[in-house]
């Protein structure tokens, strides 16, 4: 039984020192509130003016610089949708050229193809006669 009371009081220590700490801690966060309460927030005018002069200034340096961005986009947007156009222009005429290129080249490869033909049938009826003057000449 002496062993439960003595964890007991362990127990009883440990508690005591956590309130302790906690208890220090408090007394110091109410040091520094009590310190930060009573910092002079009182400005000056010519202070508050100083300071609303700076902000109005640098808001519009911001402004500005807004708008030289906003006017490089603007630049750049239109260069890049004039591209953009030439570049469907240049894709549109490469498909009309493109037809056409190919409807020449076919027109060229037909041609190519009945002058073959006749050179075909030309070579038939000379293989032709051969055979009839070599059948003759058997005769």
């Known amino acids: ?14 508690r005591k020192q956590i309130f302790l700490g906690l208890g220090l801690v408090m007394v110091m966060g109410l040091a520094v509130y009590l310190r930060l309460w009573t910092i002079d927030y009182n400005f000056s005018s010519s202070e508050t003016e100083l300071l609303r002069r700076q902000f109005d200034l640098a808001s519009r340096e911001a402004m500005d610089e807004s708008a030289v961005w906003r006017k490089r ?20 005429l490469l498909k009309e ?10 027109d060229l490869l037909q041609k ?9 049938e030309s070579l038939k009826q000379e293989l032709e006669s051969e055979k009839l003057k070599c059948s003759m000449k058997q005769i």
Do not use: V
Not at 3 to 9: A, D, I, N, T, Y
């Open 1 to 14: 039984m002496q062993r439960l009371g003595s964890k007991k009081e362990k127990m009883g220590g440990g």
């Open 97 to 106: 050229d493109g037809a056409a290129g190919i409807k020449k080249k076919l």
């Open 112 to 120: 190519e193809n009945i002058d073959l033909l006749e050179r075909l």
């Open 73 to 92: 986009y603007d630049d750049e947007e239109k260069i890049s949708s004039a591209c953009q156009k030439e570049l469907i222009k240049i894709k549109q």
